[in-house]
């Protein structure tokens, strides 16, 4: 299996841009997670979908920030228009649900955005 | 509010003796624990986990010990070795939240080097 996928890897652009943030989960999985990692706030939590249905968005910080998964095999974050303080390492993961499944969630490599 | 909380950000260690990497929670709804594992430039890797009906669970190296009275969980590594540097992340999760997934809720992570 190829684990979850991220695309770009890094992605640097002017403040005002659109940015979006794409992400593959590994197969089966159906529940999928967009976290965001900085220095001071450690790994957040910003949205999560179960079988492609956005369950809880609390974690998104502002309007700015919209999530989709249009299909079992895809999603994407998007930051529009983006902020120096956007600049962060934005991860994606997937798990198996289930009552008597797994909490593991399989972590992507992750995309590291800078925003000038 | 930090629900979990890694009070250390790093820890040296010498190669052959024991690590230890503690985690504090304060909601006492959590009943499942996970550790992560970080290298640089990847995604976080699952490492061990332990249910809240258990106080002990071992994996090779890795024990996690749990102490639900305290609200405290601790991650051994022995003999700890060069390759077991990384940042570290503990996480909890509350199975019976009801929102029909486990979300996790992670520390900020403690860099573990381990001296050859």
């Known amino acids: 299996d190829a684990g979850v996928i991220q695309s770009p890897r890094h992605e640097v652009t002017e403040m005002g841009q659109e940015v979006t943030l794409r992400c593959k989960p590994i197969s089966g999985h159906n529940s999928l997670f967009w976290y965001r990692q900085t220095m001071m706030r450690g790994l957040e939590l910003l949205i999560y979908?179960?079988?492609?249905?956005?369950?809880?968005d609390s974690g998104m910080p502002e309007d700015r920030f919209s999530a989709k998964m249009p299909n079992a095999s895809f999603s994407t974050l998007k930051i529009q228009p983006s902020e120096p303080r956007d600049s962060a390492v934005y991860f994606c993961a997937s798990s198996p649900f289930g009552r008597l499944g797994t909490d593991t969630q399989y972590f992507g490599p992750g995309t590291r955005l800078t925003v000038l | 509010d930090q629900q979990v909380k890694q009070n250390s950000p790093s820890l040296s260690v010498q190669e052959g003796r024991i690590s230890i990497l503690n985690c504090d929670y304060t909601n006492s709804m959590f009943d499942y624990f996970l550790w992560y594992k970080k290298y640089p430039a990847e995604g976080p890797t699952f490492l061990i986990s332990?249910?809240?009906?258990?106080d002990k669970n071992e994996d090779g190296r890795f024990t996690v010990f749990l102490n639900k009275s305290a609200k405290h969980l601790s991650l051994h590594i022995v003999p700890s070795q060069p390759g077991d540097s990384a940042v570290y992340f503990c996480a909890a999760s509350d199975r019976d939240s009801g929102a029909g997934s486990y979300q996790l809720t992670f520390g900020k992570g403690t860099k573990l080097s381990v001296i050859p």
């Open positions: 332990i249910s809240s009906i258990k």
């Open positions: 979908f179960n079988n492609n249905v956005p369950i809880d």
